[in-house]
């Protein structure tokens, strides 16, 4: 079981940062890849990042490439998402997702359903 809070959103302007964090508890997190989702009012969750258990491989959505950095410190079992040149059509609530499938393989995934554990969310404004 993993369990997981995510801290960090906020109000920000076009252009700016933010840095969300997801601390899990569990001595099973480093064994799990993770993934960042994020959903809109009015639209349906949709990936954002995900990176492997040891940290070595990330994966993003198109839409987020070249500005967000999804990083992990498994010593302090907790999930990163640094967020750059961010844009109003990134406002949404971000969530934290632990996939338990493959523990210790080199596999992520940007399917929603892979992942069994989530966080509660945290919420990201980007005024323009």
């Known amino acids: 079981q993993v369990r997981m809070v995510e801290s960090g959103g906020g109000l920000v302007q076009a252009g700016g940062s933010l840095r969300l964090s997801c601390a899990a508890s569990?001595?099973?997190?480093?064994?799990?890849?993770m993934g960042w989702f994020r959903q809109a009012p009015g639209k349906e969750r949709e990936f954002v990042a995900a990176?492997?258990?040891?940290?070595?491989?990330?994966y993003y959505s198109e839409s987020v490439k070249g500005r967000f950095t999804i990083s992990r410190d498994n010593a302090k079992n907790t999930l990163y998402l640094q967020m750059n040149s961010l844009k109003p059509e990134d406002t949404a609530v971000y969530y934290c997702?632990?996939?338990?499938?493959?523990?210790?393989?080199?596999?992520?995934?940007?399917?929603?359903?892979?992942?069994?554990?989530w966080g509660q969310g945290t919420q990201v404004t980007v005024s323009s």
């Open positions: 990176i492997t258990w040891s940290g070595g491989n990330t």
């Open positions: 569990g001595r099973t997190f480093s064994s799990y890849a």
């Open positions: 997702a632990a996939d338990p499938s493959l523990p210790y393989v080199v596999a992520i995934s940007e399917l929603a359903r892979r992942y069994d554990y």
